[in-house]
């Protein structure tokens, strides 16, 4: 059982890196929200524990690091609406 949790962690960025592709910025920021909900539980890991560290690591190695804390910061971030009337 451990070992098919920590597959799970660890396919976070192989998954992000497969459907987004290297680099992909705000379509990544925007998309992922929506696209990524499986991975909510990994979300909160990396914002309330230490897994945060390794993880990002792991997440460099396959060249969506930036991804990974455009993300973090997201989350963060009060979502506002601008109301045009």
């Given at each position: ?34 696209g990524l ?8 890991l990396i ?26 910061l997201a ?11």
């Amino acid at each position: 059982m451990l070992v098919i949790a920590l597959l799970y962690v660890l396919s976070y960025p192989v998954v992000v890196r497969a459907k987004y592709g290297r680099d992909a910025g705000l379509l990544f920021l925007f998309s992922a929200q929506e696209g990524l909900t499986v991975y909510r539980p990994v979300d909160w890991l990396i914002d309330h524990t230490p897994v945060r560290g390794p993880l990002f690591f792991w997440a460099d190695r396959w060249g969506v690091r930036e991804e990974f804390e455009s993300m973090e910061l997201a989350r963060f971030q009060p979502i506002t609406h601008m109301r045009f009337e």
